[in-house]
């Protein structure tokens, strides 16, 4: 079905045009050329990170960050099971245990304090995911991660631009990652990127996503490595988006906020921001009263044009990665929420035909 308004589209109003004509003329198409160095220098910069590494996804990305910090089989990584499955499959690729733990009722992040109670002998890190613009509270998790002498990942795939505490998420951890496809803040059709102030890790990173090749002899490969590079062609649209990045930025929290002051007096509830965070809302979420009414929503706004996505389902309840213990804040959150049309270029126009048609909604069932 084409919707009216779809739930997500990216913006392509800069120079990616100019850029990937650049990459079609000088005929370096695949993974070198002057946009790739471009791209990673400026992203750090724009982060905050001193090291950055284009990477062809953001799920390879983690599965590279994971690597870095040599998780393996037998090792324990927590993570929280509301989030997008390619923060778990990464953990099953290097073969650790995922340990899932629940979300924040509110701000919709992983618990602190249900992390601590689920670290073991096994557990090696921590991977947080700052899930829909949000961030994670970090200062609980590296203070548990210091304590328990545990490695800290970052899925930022959610989160580009997002501040805790004035700093950008993605700086916090021993190593970030960040995904570019198409839905994306920033979007380079499909990419990522490994960020971290670590030298030796980035290294790693940077070898292992290179089919493992021998730093100074060519063809000579002394570890087990992985074709994960970016094209230049990627990084040019990478790089044309980055240069727009706080615009569109901008432009998404300023969706939010229209959004929640126009619902404000329906019977829904709307994602908290973290204490201290400015969260980028990389989806607008809502929260209906139970699951039924959700299905009769989304179907209702579909049949208008709409096109909405529901929250996550838990990971922890899929048959691969399937746990007894419940997480009943996690599975509340999935059960009830809904994704908005969220995408930058969004007209006011349209968020006011989006709500409109939800308070039509409530009209006709309450």
Same mark, same amino acid.
């Given at each position: 079905m084409i919707y009216k308004i779809p739930v997500y589209k990216p913006s392509l109003k800069g120079k990616e045009k100019e850029y990937v004509n650049a990459c079609l003329d000088s005929t370096w198409i695949s993974s070198k050329g002057e946009f790739i160095s471009k791209f990673e220098t400026n992203f750090s910069k724009f982060i905050g990170a001193k090291y950055s590494t284009t990477v062809s996804n953001g799920t390879v990305a983690l599965h590279v960050a994971l690597l870095s910090l040599g998780i393996k089989s037998g090792d324990e990584v927590i993570v929280p099971s509301l989030t997008y499955i390619a923060s778990v499959?990464?953990?099953? @690729?290097?073969?650790?245990? /995922? *340990?899932f733990v629940d979300s924040d009722k509110d701000t919709w992040q992983m618990m602190p304090e249900d992390v601590e109670k689920k670290i073991t002998e096994k557990t090696k890190a921590i991977m947080v995911v700052h899930l829909y613009g949000n961030a994670v509270d970090m200062e609980k998790i590296n203070y548990i991660a210091k304590k328990y002498k545990l490695y800290v990942i970052e899925d930022c795939a959610e989160a580009f631009g997002t501040l805790y505490k004035n700093k950008h998420v993605g700086t916090f951890g021993d190593v970030s990652t960040f995904s570019f496809f198409g839905n994306k803040t920033i979007t380079c059709g499909e990419g990522g990127m490994v960020s971290t102030n670590n030298e030796d890790i980035y290294k790693k990173a940077f070898k292992i996503k290179g089919q493992g090749l021998a730093e100074g002899k060519e063809y000579w490969h002394d570890i087990i490595g992985y074709n994960y590079r970016m094209t230049n062609i990627c990084a040019g649209i990478g790089l044309a988006q980055l240069e727009r990045a706080d615009e569109l930025i901008d432009k998404k929290i300023n969706i939010a906020k229209k959004y929640i002051e126009l619902l404000k007096n329906l019977p829904l509830r709307f994602q908290i921001p973290t204490k201290e965070t400015k969260?980028? @809302?990389?989806?607008? +979420?809502?929260? *209906?009263?139970? +699951?039924?009414?959700?299905?009769?929503?989304r179907e209702f706004l579909r049949k208008e044009g709409i096109e909405t996505r529901p929250v996550f389902y838990p990971i922890s309840q899929m048959p691969m990665y399937k746990i007894s213990d419940p997480l009943p804040n996690a599975e509340d959150i999935s059960q009830r929420g809904i994704n908005? /049309? +969220?995408y930058p270029d969004l007209t006011e126009e349209e968020i006011n035909y989006i709500v409109e048609k939800i308070k039509l909604f409530y009209e006709k069932h309450i």
């Open positions: 499959n990464a953990i099953a @690729y290097c073969g650790a245990k /995922p *340990v969260h980028t @809302y990389w989806m607008f +979420s809502i929260l *209906v009263q139970n +699951s039924e009414e959700r299905d009769t929503l908005l /049309p +969220s």
